[in-house]
């Protein structure tokens, strides 16, 4: 089974960058998820990694180490949208079937 | 088509009624997942259905009720709930549970359920 681990809460300034980090135990991992969910709606997908290194899609980037069981979400040029949960995922397989589980959920808070 | 459509959008109901939750995909995916989430608390994995065969139930008490009547639909029938099942109850899939990269999930808006 999985212990994911994330902050609460974050805050950041419009316009700035913010780290949001992810710390996993796991066997048998499948890759690694970062979602988006604004209240009272469903997640968004935003990456996945399941190998070690940097994906960026546009203002967005995540870094997977898997050797520390370790993720990040990177968010550059805050915009006030980006106030929101983001939601760190853990894929693993068992017994043939995938079983993914989500971490708390950090919540941004982005202002002025 | 990337959509999961999930009705009603909001449900109200007592604890003595029946009612059901549909989700439906159209993406070719063949697995499907209902999840529980309370206010500020992530998702909570329910039931997994890959190729139309429930994976994974985890421990869900017997008064919810997953149906999956083909690749494309996904069913949670409810009887006699308790208040505390009040939440938002959100359905998911992805193209095949196990592939790298394969099971990035798509989700619907969810049904707001509210147990009198």
């Known amino acids: 089974g999985q212990n994911i681990d994330q902050p609460t809460e974050m805050t950041a300034t419009e316009g700035a960058i913010v780290q949001i980090n992810c710390t996993y135990q796991?066997?048998?991992?499948?890759?690694l998820f970062w979602y988006q969910q604004h209240a009272g709606e469903a997640p968004t997908f935003l990456s996945y990694?399941?190998?070690?290194g940097l994906e960026e899609k546009g203002r967005f980037s995540s870094f997977l180490s898997r050797s520390k069981g370790y993720s990040y979400l990177l968010l550059k040029e805050l915009q006030m949208k980006d106030s929101a949960s983001y939601l760190c995922?853990?894929?693993?397989?068992?017994?043939?079937?995938?079983?993914?589980?989500f971490g708390r959920g950090t919540s941004l808070i982005v202002h002025p | 088509d990337t959509e999961v459509t999930q009705t009603p959008k909001h449900l109200v109901m007592g604890m003595t009624n029946k009612k059901s939750l549909k989700c439906e995909q159209h993406?070719?995916?063949?697995?499907m997942y209902w999840y529980k989430q309370k206010a500020k608390k992530p998702p909570e994995l329910m039931f997994v259905?890959?190729?139309?065969?429930?994976?994974i139930n985890e421990s869900v008490p017997s008064r919810f009720s997953p149906e999956c009547p083909n690749s494309s639909l996904l069913n949670l029938h409810l009887h006699a709930l308790q208040p505390e099942d009040s939440a938002l109850y959100l359905c998911?899939?992805?193209?095949?549970?196990?592939?790298?990269?394969?099971?990035?999930?798509?989700f619907g808006p969810g049904t707001r359920l509210t147990v009198l």
């Open positions: 796991t066997s048998g991992f499948n890759g």
């Open positions: 259905y890959s190729y139309e065969k429930l994976s």
């Open positions: 993406m070719g995916h063949r697995a």
């Open positions: 990694n399941v190998l070690d």
């Open positions: 998911a899939s992805s193209h095949a549970p196990g592939l790298a990269g394969g099971d990035t999930q798509y």
């Open positions: 995922a853990v894929s693993e397989v068992s017994g043939g079937s995938y079983i993914p589980t």
